[in-house]
């Protein structure tokens, strides 16, 4: 497979299909959702956890995500509130 991102040469690269990542985090993930049948104990635990870790990730985005909206949506309010009396 050719490379065809201009990824560092430094960077973690799949073992597999030779794709370079920004992360370990991100190799595992890719690992684990493209060559899942190959991967031996311990890289499906690293996808595990890479995995877990991303859920909870995304699990706090949501919430600081919907805290910002309900924020934004009650300082509109109040501020229609006070300039349209
Ligand atoms: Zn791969």
Redesign the pocket.
């Known amino acids: 497979m050719t490379n065809t991102t201009d990824a560092p040469d430094d960077a973690p690269r799949?073992s597999?299909?030779g794709?370079a990542f920004p992360t370990e985090r991100l190799r595992a993930l890719?690992?684990g959702l493209?060559?899942y049948e190959s991967l031996d104990e311990g890289e499906r635990a690293a996808f595990e956890d890479a995995y877990h870790s991303e859920s909870e990730d995304l699990r706090s985005f949501r919430l600081r995500a919907l805290a910002a909206l309900v924020a934004l949506y009650f300082g509109f309010l109040m501020t229609y509130a006070v300039v349209a009396v």
């Open positions: 799949c597999y299909c794709e890719h690992r493209e060559h």
